[in-house]
């Protein structure tokens, strides 16, 4: 029989990269999708039709219950999070019950829908593996880079704590209850599909539409901070291989390469074949309050226990989002459609 996955999140970036690398993988891919009218339900709809949807809200315990209850599925991904770091400035509250207490009410309905309590922990064959979305910004302020498994956090933003609370609380349901729960502590990732908020696509959009005469001028903030960039597509693969493994641990997934925002510019205009120098508007209130300068993985755990290696280079990802972007926008394409999910 095919096994099951549940994946929350699966409007999201990596929600729709999972589930297809999923279903290429054998399984009947289900996806947690939330609200009464939510536009990009549709777009799961349309570019994956073999995903099946069961309604679910992270701020709802009873909705996770039930959703776990129908499902009954083998491996649980929890990927819904408010994932946009200003926003958690913004909305501090509610990124802290999405991105934080939502990890606690899906352990809880895991924990509950397998008849787990504190004085019957689970038993090796058949329990629910699960994966949370663990994230680079728990490492915060640089206290030694490259970052590893072993690195102490100093999240820097309401987003990055609540993401520790999450990765903490799945360790523990670890070591209390003996679940197969595991974080996969994420470096930023990027694609075609990603966010339009997210720095990359911000600017892949923006060499795009100045190439295309749509746009003369690109606002951006801190141009020096660094990060780790991989592409999505691969760091789906880790997620799944992080399921498969005998033991429950996390690992660090990341290409052990750092650029810095100012980099990113110069290679994506550079692809678009422009002077980033001419277009770019350095703009302080996009600034953040607090900001996180530099975040460099080192993989090593996964490379030698998983056998994971990252396949698209910085510069070949920049280059497939710009072109992407342009094709997307020479056709008429909206990037806030719901139909411009490449
Ligand atoms: P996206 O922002 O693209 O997707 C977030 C998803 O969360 C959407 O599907 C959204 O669904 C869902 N969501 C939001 N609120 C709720 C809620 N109340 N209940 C259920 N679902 C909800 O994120 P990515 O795909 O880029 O990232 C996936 C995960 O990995 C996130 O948890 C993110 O924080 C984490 N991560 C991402 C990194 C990256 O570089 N991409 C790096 C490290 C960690 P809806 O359509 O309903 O809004
Ligand atoms: P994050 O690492 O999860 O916060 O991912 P982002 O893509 O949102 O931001 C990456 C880095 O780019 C951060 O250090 C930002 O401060 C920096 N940055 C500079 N200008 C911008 C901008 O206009 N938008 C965004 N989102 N980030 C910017």
Redo the contacts with the bound molecule.
């Keep these: 029989m095919a096994r099951r996955a549940l994946i929350t999140g699966i409007t999201g970036q990596d929600g729709s990269y999972l589930a297809e690398h999923l279903l290429s993988e054998g399984y009947e891919v289900w996806g947690l999708v939330r609200g009464q009218a939510n536009p990009r339900v549709s777009r799961v709809r349309k570019l994956l039709q073999d995903v099946q949807l069961v309604r679910g809200d992270l701020l709802d315990q009873g909705s996770l219950i039930s959703a776990v209850e129908k499902v009954q599925p083998d491996e649980v991904y929890n990927l819904g999070a408010i994932s946009?770091?200003?926003m958690s400035w913004e909305q501090a509250e509610l990124t802290a019950e999405v991105t934080g207490m939502g990890v606690l009410r899906m352990l809880e309905a895991i924990r509950v829908c397998s008849g787990i309590s504190s004085t019957r922990t689970a038993n090796g064959s058949g329990q629910i593996r699960f994966y949370q979305a663990s994230s680079s910004?728990m490492f915060g302020q640089v206290r030694e880079t490259p970052q590893a498994e072993t690195t102490p956090f100093h999240p820097r933003s309401p987003y990055g704590v609540a993401k520790a609370y999450g990765h903490f609380l799945t360790q523990n349901y670890r070591e209390s209850y003996g679940m197969f729960a595991v974080s996969g502590i994420l470096f930023?990732h990027e694609s075609p599909r990603r966010g339009a908020?997210?720095?990359?696509r911000?600017v892949s959009l923006g060499a795009a539409r100045i190439k295309l005469g749509l746009a003369s001028e690109l606002?951006?903030?801190?141009?020096e901070?660094r990060?780790d960039w991989g592409y999505a597509g691969d760091y789906v693969r880790a997620m799944h291989l992080m399921l498969q493994a005998e033991t429950p641990e996390d690992y660090v997934i990341g290409t052990g390469r750092t650029q810095s925002?100012r980099e990113l510019v110069e290679a994506a205009f550079g692809a678009a074949g422009l002077d980033w120098e001419q277009y770019v508007v350095c703009d302080q209130a996009?600034?953040?309050p607090a900001?996180?300068d530099l975040?460099c993985a080192d993989p090593k755990k996964a490379r030698v226990q998983l056998g994971w290696e990252p396949s698209v280079s910085f510069e070949e990802l920049v280059a497939m989002m710009v072109e992407s972007d342009i094709k997307l926008l020479s056709e008429g394409g909206d990037p806030d459609q719901d139909s411009s999910w490449p």
């Design positions: 946009f770091v200003p910004e930023n908020e997210f720095v990359t911000k606002r951006l903030g801190n141009l901070a990060r925002v996009l600034h953040r900001e996180v975040l």
